[in-house]
T-cell receptor, first 115, second 111 residues
Framework: KAGVTQTPRYLIKTRGQQVTLSCSPI?????VSWYQQTPGQGLQFLFE???????NKGNFPGRFSGRQFSNSRSEMNVSTLELGDSALYLC??????????????FGPGTRLTVL | SQQGEEDPQALSIQEGENATMNCSYK?????LQWYRQNSGRGLVHLIL?????REKHSGRLRVTLDTSKKSSSLLITASRAADTASYFC???????????FGQGTTLQVKP
């Protein structure tokens, strides 16, 4: 099976702009989670989608949003970009309904730089 | 915070030696997972250990879990230069699909 894919891999934006990142999960996986990784805060959970529904959300401002499509592909959007949004954004998919005993498979990430 | 805390933050060893990394957490968990990350790239899943398990093996990896002490350890035996990476523990505390990651241990294996 193909792994989790994320596009684009690299992105440079300026403050105030918005950005959309895309994630295609492993075929058959219905759960998609997003994480932000920065040197200062480490890996932080953004949100998780299952069957087009957001089931859990981390502690991020409303500028961060996401959605999932019927084919399980997911997008996340960041509006009004700030310098602090510069990070590696990682998407992960899993086969279970987000319950116990499931492992998550991560994509290569999208490196976002905000100037 | 549920966040896992890892120890040590950095570890440097010679090829062939064993490397041990520890993870502590604060709340009850469903499972604990270990991941590897090479130089700012994606995370690679290593092992998942459930809360009712005490030890798991995968190749040169051995993970233990002590829920009474709320701690886990990852042992890499006979390390190789290719094991150089950052290692993260992540706890899953409920049926949420949400992983809480530790800050990671940076392992350097010298050839």
């Amino acid at each position: 099976k193909a792994g989790v894919t994320q596009t684009p891999r690299y992105l440079i934006k300026t403050r105030g702009q918005q950005v959309t990142l895309s994630c295609s999960p492993i075929s058959g996986h219905r759960s998609v989670s997003w994480y932000q990784q920065t040197p200062g805060q480490g890996l932080q959970f953004l949100f998780e989608y299952f069957s087009e529904t957001q089931r859990n959300k981390g502690n991020f401002p409303g500028r961060f949003s996401g959605r999932q499509f019927s084919n399980s592909r997911s997008e996340m959007n960041v509006s009004t970009l700030e310098l602090g949004d510069s990070a590696l954004y990682l998407c992960a998919s899993s086969s279970s309904a987000g319950g116990s005993y499931n492992e998550q498979f991560f994509g290569p990430g999208t490196r976002l730089t905000v100037l | 915070s549920q966040q896992g805390e890892e120890d040590p933050q950095a570890l440097s060893i010679q090829e062939g030696e064993n490397a041990t990394m520890n993870c502590s957490y604060k709340t009850s968990i469903n499972n604990l997972q270990w991941y590897r990350q090479n130089s700012g790239r994606g995370l690679v899943h290593l092992i998942l250990i459930r809360s009712n398990e005490r030890e798991k093996h995968s190749g040169r990896l051995r993970v233990t879990l002590d829920t009474s002490k709320k701690s886990s350890s990852l042992l890499i035996t006979a390390s190789r230069a290719a094991d150089t990476a950052s290692y993260f523990c992540a706890i899953e505390g409920g049926n949420t699909g949400k992983l809480i990651f530790g800050q990671g241990t940076t392992l350097q294996v010298k050839p």
